[in-house]
């Protein structure tokens, strides 16, 4: 009985892997043809026009919209062209997770693209007001071969294929018996995807935590030093209320990097010429988070105050105050965990 509910269950497995190839397959047939579509009708365009004397983009704006999207076309036309190989001689011992192995550091290049994708959407969105560039867009997207999708639609393509794989992978991998020939190589494959994922993930992270730096140290006076530094990296940021001993209260602004904490106060400044404000943070204080030491303290009386405390080797003791829970509970986790 045991040996026929074996078989059965690889039966069962069987097709699913087939299934799962062929959306493989399928997705990866519609996913080229889109960086296609992208190459011929915007990118290539863009940049012709880029050098006319009426350009809608600039060319160092067009590389900052398609980023390295040449490069992943070349990467995924043979793997589209190994997988149809594959699907169309399906037999029950067929393999496709050597492709995926051999391919798996190749999808580093998404590093780039998914770091440039912000830069990529808010070039588009600065210009896709413009008459020009919006008329530019609307034949663009009439064109049959664009399916009716806008560019932005197409943008965000890249940023999903590789959790795409992971997920078909894992599917394809849970349908494959160990003692099939396809085993080892998807099991191969799968971890080196992953791999690559969480690559992609932590540049995106540095990148964005880079890009926040900047922006802080545009909105930051008075701070002896650049803000933006290698071995730096940002945490968090927030409004909180300064206790101090005489019950006296001011409020300020904190910055919490992975190596120090920025005491700032906030200043809003009005232009009268555009009728806008802008905000502004004065330094004050900073403290290194060596030796620094934070403590949850109790709320006295009917009211809830939300406090904490950090100890300073620079300043001593300092007591602040949150608005609700949530907002002390984080700030003691990321001052613990800095």
Known sequence: WKFKHDL???????VKRQKIVAELVATEESYVNSLSTVMDIYYVKLGVLAESPRPLLSRSEVSAMFSNWEILLEIHEPILVSLNKRLSTWHKHQQVGDIFDKMAESLKAYTM???????ALSTLRLHQSEPDFA????NCKKDPRCKS????????????RVPRYLLLLQDLLK??????????????ALTKVKKVAEHINYKK???????????????LDGYPE???????SYIAEGDVVLQASNGSERGRHLFLFSDILVYTSRQIKRRKTFRRSTIRYVHEKDFSLRGLTVENLADYGSTNTFRFSINTTEEGLLVFKCTN?????????????A
Not at 8 to 14: D, I, N, P, T
Not at 113 to 119: D, G, H, L, T
């Open 8 to 14: 059965s269950l690889r039966g069962e497995k069987q």
């Open 135 to 138: 008329a530019f867009l609307k």
């Open 325 to 337: 829970l949530q907002e002390k509970t984080k700030w003691i986790s990321d001052l613990a965990a």
């Open 175 to 188: 349908n494959t018996w160990k003692g099939h020939a396809d085993y080892q190589n998807l099991s191969t």
């Open 113 to 119: 693209y998914v770091n440039q994708y912000p830069i």
């Open 205 to 219: 992270r540095q990148s964005e935590s880079m890009a926040k730096m900047y922006e802080i140290q545009n909105q």
């Open 226 to 232: 650049d803000i933006v530094a290698p071995h730096r």
């Open 149 to 160: 999708l806008d560019l932005e639609s197409y943008l965000i393509m890249p940023i999903q």
